[in-house]
């Protein structure tokens, strides 16, 4: 079962999820997958997906899951967990754009390479495991376990 945690700073208690047991963690960012672009599995094998808002230009928009723009609640870094759906991955490198474009735009691209230094810097890399299946309703969020 999980609960939002009772404390008296609000702010901060929605981003707070205490699980049965007393174990917590802080949710730095939320999201659910609104739409699948029609050639997001053309990814798959290159092992990264594309998350972008409503502004994605329209020729990447095939090619991305579509969300809202939702606002981060803290610093996205390494040692945190991506949570796709039921799926957790490690985060092992974040692009100093990432966090950036990801808040104003809803954009960020997710590698599944494992790797712990930046090649691009709206990339989000995450630890080298299968790729989650998505679908519209899919909820993405980063925690600080």
């Not at 991955?89 to 712990?116: D, K, M, W």
């Not at 989000?124 to 925690?143: D, F, H, L, R, W």
Request: proline share 5%; charged share 20%.
């Amino acid at each position: 079962m999980i609960r939002r945690a009772a404390v008296r700073d609000f702010a901060a208690a929605r981003h707070l999820y205490v699980f049965e047991g007393g174990i917590s963690v802080k949710v730095i960012y939320e999201n659910k997958v609104q739409s699948l672009g029609s050639c997001v599995d053309e990814f798959q094998e290159a092992g990264f997906f594309i998350l972008f808002g409503d502004s994605a230009p329209e020729e990447l928009r095939d090619y991305c899951y579509s969300v809202a723009v939702r606002p981060i609640n803290g610093t996205i870094k390494p040692g945190q967990v991506l949570k796709v759906g039921a799926n957790e991955y490690r985060i092992t490198a974040v692009g100093e754009e990432a966090p950036v474009t990801l808040a104003g735009l809803g954009h960020c691209t997710v590698n599944f390479s494992g790797q712990t230094e930046v090649e691009m810097l709206g990339t989000i890399y995450v630890e080298n495991k299968p790729m989650p299946e998505v679908s519209a309703g899919t909820v993405i969020q980063i925690v600080e376990p």
